[in-house]
């Protein structure tokens, strides 16, 4: 017995085949409108016959013709799928499909942007639609508009924020008491006349600090601070953590701290940024605290993480006092007999 798919009773007269199935010809009806389909004119989708008006896109609401996707029993033009469902590229708004890049900020980007230019302080792609443009300094250096504003273009604000950040190392443990440190801003070249090395390959160099030793006979006869040296246009934050940083090779110069490895005296400036920088608690500052932690530079980053580490075996004021002994970190044996 042949029986109507649409209402399950039997099928004698006036019945049609489609879809292979029998169904009465009041019984064939969309499944969108429950209106009456033409048995040679219609569209199956989720295996029901509808008018191919009435099968509409959720995102568009006009009618799908040709390809789609289904979702959540619904059927969704391909570009409005992507749209409603696909992440876009904060760069060029395209749909991220496949291979993606997705920043601090939780910015995605498609692979083709990644080597864009950054900005030095954030690290944002500078663009447009992310950044509101930026600014590429004579120098080299790049400052998205986001971080434009807050930077330090003279050396009153910049001797200013110096005497805090004195302060700031003062409480970590390390005071310069009425030891001068003149600060002078600079570009990029002038920074790198100076430089007293060349592992600056993962950063560029920001900022420095410059003494001289005069020596005769292989005997010190005279050590003289003379500067630090920052970058120029620097966001404030950024200016900050370089000044800290800096201010720490001019504490262990004047507390003369002579012979210490290039890893042990800059892991430990590294490590004063990442003390102050744990207690301003703003997402710019855990971004600086990521690019510390993860920085594989053997240098600033394997340094930082030995001091991080030696930190844990001793006390501030014992570790600085191993440290001009030894001129080495600390193991966990040593730093338990030391105390």
Same mark, same amino acid.
């Given at each position: 017995?042949?029986?109507?798919?649409?209402?399950?009773?039997?099928?004698?007269?006036?019945?049609?085949?489609?879809?292979? #199935?029998? @169904? =009465?010809? !009041? *019984?064939?009806? $969309?499944? /969108? +409108?429950?209106?009456?389909?033409?048995?040679?004119?219609?569209?199956?989708?989720?295996? #029901?016959? @509808? =008018?191919? !008006? *009435?099968?509409? $896109?959720? /995102? +568009?609401?006009?009618?799908?013709?040709?390809?789609?996707?289904?979702?959540?029993?619904?059927?969704?033009h391909v570009?409005?799928?992507?749209?409603?469902?696909?992440?876009?590229?904060?760069?060029?708004?395209?749909?991220?499909?496949?291979?993606?890049?997705q920043d601090?900020?939780?910015?995605?980007?498609?692979?083709?942007?990644?080597?864009?230019?950054?900005?030095?302080?954030?690290?944002?792609?500078?663009?447009?639609?992310?950044?509101?443009?930026?600014?590429?300094?004579?120098?080299?250096?790049?400052?998205?508009?986001?971080?434009?504003?807050?930077?330090?273009?003279?050396?009153?604000?910049?001797?200013?924020?110096?005497?805090?950040?004195?302060?700031?190392?003062?409480?970590?443990?390390?005071?310069?008491?009425?030891?001068?440190?003149?600060?002078?801003?600079a570009g990029?070249?002038?920074?790198?006349?100076?430089?007293?090395?060349?592992?600056?390959?993962?950063?560029?160099?920001?900022?420095?600090?410059?003494?001289?030793?005069?020596?005769?006979?292989?005997?010190?006869?005279?050590?003289?601070?003379?500067?630090?040296?920052?970058?120029?246009?620097?966001?404030?934050?950024?200016?900050?953590?370089?000044?800290?940083?800096?201010?720490?090779?001019?504490?262990?110069?004047?507390?003369?701290?002579?012979?210490?490895?290039?890893?042990?005296?800059?892991?430990?400036?590294?490590?004063?940024?990442?003390?102050?920088?744990?207690?301003?608690?703003?997402?710019?500052?855990?971004?600086?605290?990521?690019?510390?932690?993860?920085?594989?530079?053997?240098?600033?980053?394997?340094?930082?993480?030995?001091?991080?580490?030696?930190?844990?075996?001793?006390?501030?004021?014992?570790?600085?006092?191993?440290?001009?002994?030894?001129?080495?970190?600390?193991?966990?044996?040593?730093?338990?007999?030391?105390?």
């Amino acid at each position: 017995m042949r029986v109507c798919h649409g209402c399950q009773k039997s099928v004698r007269e006036n019945a049609i085949y489609v879809m292979g #199935k029998y @169904w =009465h010809t !009041h *019984c064939f009806v $969309c499944a /969108g +409108c429950s209106r009456a389909l033409e048995s040679d004119r219609f569209v199956v989708f989720g295996n #029901k016959p @509808w =008018h191919q !008006h *009435c099968l509409r $896109c959720p /995102g +568009c609401n006009k009618p799908v013709v040709d390809q789609y996707i289904e979702k959540d029993n619904a059927p969704w033009h391909v570009a409005c799928f992507h749209q409603k469902f696909t992440p876009s590229c904060a760069v060029c708004g395209e749909p991220l499909q496949g291979r993606y890049f997705q920043d601090f900020w939780g910015n995605r980007y498609c692979a083709k942007h990644r080597n864009y230019d950054r900005c030095t302080s954030c690290g944002r792609i500078v663009c447009g639609p992310l950044t509101g443009g930026g600014m590429r300094f004579p120098d080299g250096l790049v400052i998205c508009n986001l971080c434009c504003d807050s930077g330090i273009i003279t050396e009153a604000r910049a001797e200013t924020l110096l005497q805090e950040m004195r302060q700031a190392l003062k409480q970590i443990g390390l005071n310069l008491a009425n030891a001068p440190t003149p600060i002078h801003l600079a570009g990029r070249d002038e920074l790198h006349k100076f430089s007293r090395h060349k592992h600056h390959e993962e950063h560029p160099l920001l900022g420095l600090a410059r003494w001289q030793v005069t020596r005769a006979s292989g005997r010190i006869v005279d050590r003289s601070f003379q500067d630090i040296i920052i970058q120029q246009n620097l966001p404030e934050l950024h200016f900050r953590t370089v000044a800290i940083h800096e201010l720490c090779h001019a504490w262990f110069f004047y507390n003369q701290y002579e012979g210490l490895p290039l890893e042990v005296e800059e892991g430990m400036c590294v490590l004063m940024e990442y003390l102050w920088l744990r207690h301003q608690k703003t997402r710019e500052a855990a971004y600086f605290i990521q690019q510390i932690a993860q920085s594989p530079d053997p240098v600033y980053g394997d340094g930082f993480r030995q001091a991080r580490q030696a930190l844990k075996r001793l006390p501030m004021k014992v570790l600085l006092q191993y440290l001009k002994e030894k001129h080495r970190f600390p193991g966990a044996i040593a730093a338990f007999f030391y105390h």
